[in-house]
Structure formats: C-alpha cells, structure tokens
C-alpha cells in the first residue's frame, strides 16, 4: 500500500514538473515571438522600402539604345538598388493589363512613354532623401519626369514607428506577465517542499544547501521550457517559410538566434530569481507559517 502511495504521488510530481515546464514554455513562446517581430521591424520596413517602385519618364527622342545605357549607368549610382529599362511596348502591355485594350482604343498610337523602373535603397527611402534623389534625377538629360510614392513613403515612415512602439510596450507587457505567471508556478514547486525545507532547517543545513537543489532544479526548468519555445518558434519560422519563400528575406536569422537568446535568458533569470526569493521566504517563516 505505502508502495502504491509512493508511486502515485511520484507520478503526481512528475506529472506537476512537466505542466510547468509546459506553462512557462507557452510563456516564452509569446515572449519569443514579440522580440523577434521587434528585431526584425526594421527589415520588415526595408524590405517595403526596398519594393517600392520609381518610375522615370523618359524624354520622347530618347532612343532604346540610350535608355537601356541610361538605366545601365544608373545601376552604378550609390542610391539605387536596381533598375530596369521599359520600353514603348512593354509598358503598353503593361497598361492594357491594368486598364483594358478599350481603353487604349481611342489612341492613334501608343501614348506610353519609355521609363526606367528603379528600386532604391531602404536607407534612401525617406521623405527628405527621396526628394533630394527626385530632385538629382530631374536634373539628367535624358529625363522628362519623375514619378515616386511620396505619400506612400510618408505613411510607411510613420506607420513602421508606430509599430515599433506597440511592439516594445508588448514585449515589456508580455515580460511583466511572464514574470507573474512563472514566479506562480515556481512558488507552487517549492510550497510543495516546505515540509523538507522544515526538516533541513531542523538538523542544521544552511540556507546555501538548502536552496542549492533547488536552484539547480530551477535552472533546469528554465533551460527545458526556453528550448521547448526556442523549438516551437523554429518550427513556425519553418513553417511560415514553406508558405511564404520570401520571408526569410524579411526575417533574418541572426536575429532569430538574438531573440532565442532573449528567450533562454528570460526563463533561466525568471525560474532561479522566483525560485531564490520564495526559498528565501519559506526559511524566514516559522514553524506555525508553515504548517498552517
């Protein structure tokens, strides 16, 4: 019978050890997650950038051999991430498909002029740079006008930084409740063995012993729970990857291995510090505080 007891309540502690393992895991993974979209706001915002299109009209005697070599030089300018000459006929394709052959019918012919698409640099994609860039493309000799998203910059340059600040004050909120909900399932643990704690206080052991096992369990705890969330975000990473094959151009790696490390030492400082503190209360109590 004692042996049935002994067994069930090992089961019940084992069972009790990997719940809050789970539960903190699940913690760390919201944690995780916040940290790495915050890490990477700023390859989110350049890769917007980076996919915005400049359009430069092109004068109207400028022949295919000198547009193609006027975006060819372009390419060399320090700016410019890539450009791409467009000919009479491949922007005609271009607007028929956005606005339909009707309405080209009208026309005796094509009033599509000759451009270069350019892709600029994220770092000159800002409302201060683009019109310093708008303004050094007028200025060559081959160009008629300049087209940019202006207002579209404006309102990406704004909205990014809105989010960056939503997601700090989330990653600060979803520390904050980490460290409540963990310092809870710490605290359940080691109330568990306050009766060892009272007999270890009894025969003489001193705080250092007796808080070393538990220390050593907490940090434990705190490496298994941080791996599971470091796996789990790994796991989504993947997955979303398959989806999605471009975003590992938005979501770099270095950062996701800055935002594990941000994970295991959340679980690690928050599992050994809750740990340490309520030890440390449990052997200031007295005899009736415990047993009460």
Request: charged letters at 20%; hydrophobic letters at 50%.
């Amino acid at each position: 019978m004692a042996k049935k007891k002994k067994s069930s309540l090992r089961r019940r502690m084992v069972g009790a050890y990997v719940s809050s393992i789970l539960s903190i895991s699940l913690v760390l993974i919201l944690v995780g997650t916040a940290t790495l979209l915050l890490m990477n706001a700023k390859s989110v915002s350049d890769y917007f950038k980076e996919n915005l299109l400049m359009s430069v009209i092109l004068k109207s005697d400028v022949t295919e051999e000198e547009g193609a070599r006027y975006a060819e030089e372009l390419r060399k300018r320090p700016y410019v991430l890539s450009s791409k000459y467009i000919d009479q006929e491949q922007g005609t394709r271009e607007l028929e498909a956005l606005l339909g052959e009707d309405f080209l019918a009208v026309f005796e012919e094509s009033p599509v002029p000759t451009s270069v698409e350019l892709n600029l640099k994220a770092e000159y994609v800002a409302p201060d740079s683009l019109a310093v860039v708008t303004e050094l493309l007028g200025e060559d000799e081959p160009v008629e006008d300049v087209k940019c998203q202006q207002g579209l910059v404006e309102a990406l340059d704004s909205n990014m930084k809105k989010v960056s600040l939503i997601l700090l004050i989330a990653v600060a909120a979803l520390l904050f409740i980490s460290l409540i909900l963990i310092n809870n399932v710490v605290r359940l643990h080691v109330f568990a063995k306050r009766f060892s704690i009272s007999t270890m206080k009894l025969v003489g052991a001193t705080h250092s012993f007796i808080c070393r096992p538990f220390l050593k369990r907490a940090v434990l705890q705190g490496f298994m729970a941080a791996l599971l969330a470091i796996l789990a975000l790994a796991g989504l990473l993947y997955w979303l990857n398959s989806a999605l094959p471009q975003l590992l151009a938005i979501v770099q790696v270095e950062m996701f291995v800055k935002a594990g490390g941000v994970v295991l030492a959340s679980g690690l400082v928050i599992c050994v510090v809750g740990t340490y503190f309520y030890v440390n209360k449990l052997l200031s109590m007295s005899k009736n505080e415990l047993y009460g």
